[in-house]
């Protein structure tokens, strides 16, 4: 920490810096839950990334025709 003067601006000072350093952790975290946590249950309750939950058409999904050859299968990788 910086060099403060001494006596009683000195412990204010210190106070305050500490005070600081306290409230912006604070700050920040709840600004965290607040905006990101809101974000993050709506894109989780939305999203379905596994697709276990079947479409309302139908659950058939078209095969797609990626590497049907040898020399394409060696292309992936």
């Avoid at 204010?12 to 005070?19: G, I, K």
């Avoid at 409230?23 to 276990?52: H, K, Q």
């Amino acid at each position: 920490m910086e060099s403060t003067p001494p006596g009683f601006l000195g412990a204010v000072m210190s106070f305050l810096h500490r005070f600081g350093e306290v409230m912006g952790n604070v700050v920040l975290g709840a600004l965290y839950f607040v905006l990101v946590g809101p974000v993050a249950l709506v894109a989780r309750i939305l999203s379905d990334p596994l697709r276990r939950r079947t479409p309302r058409d139908s659950a058939f999904l078209a095969w797609q025709h990626d590497n049907e050859t040898l020399g394409e299968a060696h292309r992936q990788g």
